[in-house]
């Protein structure tokens, strides 16, 4: 028999075909320990053979833990479906190695002798399928208190999102019962978590548009966490050639890839300072010309665009459900679009999949028999690259409000129509306007400013905080009180975890999030963990430590973060020092005034004291 290990974190429930698959799926968690590699054997026509199958599989993986699961409703082949089989099924998984066994709770009360004899060589699993009212549950945890709490695990599979909330609140009110809850979120049952067949992330993110970031890479950090990284892909790519970049560079006298790298430079500086998770993939424009050119070939074979006059125009009309994603008519769009009036479209509303280059202009070979060298036009390119890193079609595709339309109406028309596919992107995820102070930001209004700006006298995080106060999908109010706050609490959340190591994620938090990234709900849960962590509960701050982290925050050490002063902010730490240092010896002196004076002085220059029972005198930069 197997010696007992601990129970793992997690359970990865997949059947026995799927086993090596799986152990690449989920190999730093199940090499770690850190998860159960569920066996379904009764999923075999024959269930003994799954003594063989977990013996061969140690063999080759003996550092990972594995479960064998034997389910009583399973009625085929060699396996009758009684208690008496289900528990001689498992006792040969275990002699072959199994650390664990799975046993459902129809089958705890039948067989209670049996289930002490597993007990002793393999840690049991109590499984709770068919939840569906808080009573049946509540009731079975409190007889669960009767067992050694090393002995036993029960997790309980919810049937719907909806039930969740119920299940989380009942391990809160059972806190010696050890609870595994193994829950449904928005994409089923739980078993899909690791499913390879999960697509790819899609964010747009031009170098200014650094709002735009937020809503994809935090999706990016919550499915790399609930499917793991290899299992999301997420692309953010860059325009490098467009008008605008051609007519900056006319102006400066330089190349457009002198130009663009430049700006490309600055732009990943800025995307790190504000904690955003780096991309899997972050393609060009100009290294996918090709793919372009033989989308833009596949449009005009199939008749949804033409050549004019060294043009190649997409035909909206040959689209008859144009303009779903906006939910607006054709004719709608026209008497609110401003479109380029043009000799050569056959319709207002075509628009430009390739253009012949001007003098001085970039250029390349021009598709579908077109002579003159020309350039790709704006929405192709998008198209293109997120054919090329993501496929046909994929899973959610990202961006500002105010590319709805035209930007992703004609994205989604090029790709579905070269495709033939009904969707481009399963889901679309748009971020809100950018308000300053409760104004549109505009240069004309004066408070336009850049993140590089704002960098210089906030820490990236403080910027960051403050715009994950706001639902991504809802305008973001941007004011100097909101940074003050954010800054004032994070000063908070480091002071607490200072010590703390990264704990279990907070389940309300990941609740939160997974319900269209509600940021305001996951930061409430926060707050919470701090009351708590402010009582002094090490979890709590070990909670909200881990917790922070999966949104891109508390990613420094605590001294670090102390450390940090505005550029605008001159500052002498040892002469800060040297002034403390004077007012504790007014204090011992009782010569208040002068103690008075001293932090009267540092106050004027920003410098905010704190003083402390247990430990010396801190000083902070007061916003």
Known sequence: MPQKRPFPRICIALGV??????????????EAGEAFLEFRLDYLPDPEQGAKVISDFLKRHPECTVLATCRRHQNHGKFNGSVEEQFRVLELAIAAGAQAADVEIESVEAASEKLNALREHARIVISYHNFESTPQLDTLLKRMTHYPADAYKIVVAARKPSDN???????????????????????????????????????????????????????????????????????????????????????????????????????????????????????????????????????VAAGNAYVAEDHVLFSVPSMPDYGRLANRSLEEMKAGARVEVAPYKRDPMDFVLWKPSKPGEPAWPSPSGIEAP?????????????????????????????????????????????????????YWMHNGFLQVEGEKMS?????????????????????????????????????????????????HWYQLTANAPPGMLCAD???????????????????????????????????????????????????????????????????????????????????????????????????????????????????
């Open 374 to 426: 020309g350039r790709p036009g704006w929405h192709i390119e998008c198209s293109a690259m997120s054919w090329k890193h993501l496929g046909e079609t994929f899973d959610i595709h990202g961006g500002g409000i105010d590319l709805v339309f035209p930007h992703h109406e004609n994205e989604i028309a090029q790709s579905r129509c070269a495709f033939h596919s009904d969707v481009m992107a399963n």
């Open 17 to 30: 075909p799927d086993a090596g698959t799986l152990l690449e799926h989920a190999r730093h968690e199940a």
């Open 443 to 491: 240069k004309s209004l004066g408070n336009f400013f850049t993140i590089r700006e704002v960098l210089a006298e906030w820490p990236g995080e403080v910027i960051r905080l403050a715009m994950l106060q706001t639902q991504y999908r809802q305008p973001i109010n941007w004011t100097e009180a909101g940074l003050t706050e954010a800054k004032r609490t994070l000063d």
């Open 165 to 299: 909330a119920r299940v989380l609140a009942l391990t809160r009110s059972h806190s010696r019962t050890p609870l595994v809850v193994l829950a449904v979120g928005e994409l089923g049952f739980p078993t899909r978590v690791l499913s390879p067949a999960f697509g790819g992330l899609y964010t747009y993110a031009a170098p200014t548009a650094v709002q735009g970031t937020a809503p994809g890479q935090v999706s990016a950090r919550l499915l790399r966490h609930l499917y793991g990284a290899a299992h999301v892909t997420y692309v953010r790519n860059i325009t490098d050639v467009d008008d605008r970049i051609n007519a900056r560079a006319a102006e400066r006298g330089i190349g457009i890839r002198e130009l663009t790298e430049a700006t490309y430079a600055e732009f990943h500086e800025d995307v790190a300072a504000l904690g955003c998770l780096a991309p899997t993939v972050e393609p060009r424009a100009t290294e996918h010309i090709e793919e372009m050119k033989t989308l833009i070939e596949r449009l």
């Open 509 to 623: 938090v990941v609740d939160a999030l997974a319900d269209d990234l509600n940021t305001p709900k996951a930061l409430a849960a926060f707050h919470e963990l701090r009351s708590e962590a402010a009582k002094g509960s090490a979890g709590a701050a070990a909670c909200l430590k881990a917790s922070a982290q999966l949104m891109g925050l508390l990613q420094h050490d605590a001294g670090e973060w102390a450390a940090w002063r505005p550029a605008s902010l001159a500052i002498d730490p040892a002469r800060i020092e040297s002034l403390i240092s004077a007012r504790n010896a007014a204090r011992a002196a009782k010569n208040f005034k002068e103690s008075d004076r001293i932090r009267d002085e540092l106050a004027a220059q920003g410098i905010e004291l704190e003083d402390h029972r247990d430990k010396p005198t801190t000083w902070r930069v007061k916003r």
